[in-house]
């Protein structure tokens, strides 16, 4: 069972529109992130944040912006979506006091998005 | 920068065949190893883990040895099923203290046939 959701599972969109993915975990973890699949299978850290007001960009330069108001909501928004998105967005998140680097990603089930 | 080479696929297996998928890595010092695996329409979920050299990490009959000489973390399992058909990713997360960035390698697709 997920203890980390996403919303929408599909979405559809024309140029243009501005969108938000929602992601949100039960666990309490401290560390949330934002992976891109693309249809080569490749994952691509896109957005990370250690905690409340934290947020970092990742590895893979990307147009959409992130919030964390609350420790269990890591919201992603693309303001004017384009073609070139399409894509699916993979939220993860990990916790654990102390080793942080042990601590395995909980993934959700992800946001396949297409924008036409 | 730290890196995981995984072998590419599709891998296509006869069902009860044995499995190998060959992952070596990158780092400094000494980070923890992952396997993880996508079922489609899914998000990935932890497969197995070695935190320290010459652990050997296993569940659902799939292990790893975590080997610093070799630096590769294989992923071996004696008899596949038409179930174990998915995507496997390997993964490394570098020792450094409370900060956390997972590597990924790119993913082995693999089929299992009846």
């Known amino acids: 069972e997920a203890d980390i959701y996403q919303t929408p599972r599909y979405l559809v969109i024309g140029t243009g529109k501005k969108i938000t993915l929602e992601c949100s975990q039960t666990?309490?973890?401290?560390?949330m992130y934002w992976y891109q699949q693309d249809p080569g299978m490749e994952l691509h850290l896109i957005h990370y944040?250690?905690?409340?007001?934290?947020?970092e960009k990742g590895d893979l330069s990307s147009e959409s912006t992130v919030s964390r108001i609350r420790t269990e909501h890591f919201p992603l928004t693309l303001e004017s979506a384009r073609p070139s998105h399409t894509s699916q967005y993979l939220c993860a998140s990990s916790g654990g006091r102390g080793r942080a680097y042990n601590s395995p990603l909980h993934f959700g089930n992800g946001t396949r998005l297409t924008v036409t | 920068g730290d890196s995981v080479t995984q072998m590419e696929g599709p891998v296509t297996l006869s069902e009860e065949a044995f499995l190998t998928i060959n992952c070596t890595y990158t780092?400094?010092?000494?980070?923890?190893l992952f396997w993880y695996v996508q079922y489609p329409g899914e998000g990935l979920q932890l497969l197995l883990k070695?935190?320290?050299?010459?652990d050997k990490g296993s569940n659902k009959g799939f292990e790893a040895t975590y080997r610093k000489e070799t630096t590769s973390f294989h992923l071996e399992k004696g008899s596949v099923q038409v179930s174990d058909s998915a995507v496997y990713f390997c993964a490394l997360s570098p020792y450094s203290g409370g900060y956390q960035k997972v590597t990924f390698g790119i993913g082995t697709k693999l089929q299992v046939i009846p």
């Open positions: 944040s250690y905690g409340v007001n934290s947020t």
């Open positions: 070695a935190t320290k050299a010459d």
């Open positions: 666990m309490g973890h401290d560390k």
């Open positions: 780092a400094t010092g000494y980070p923890s």
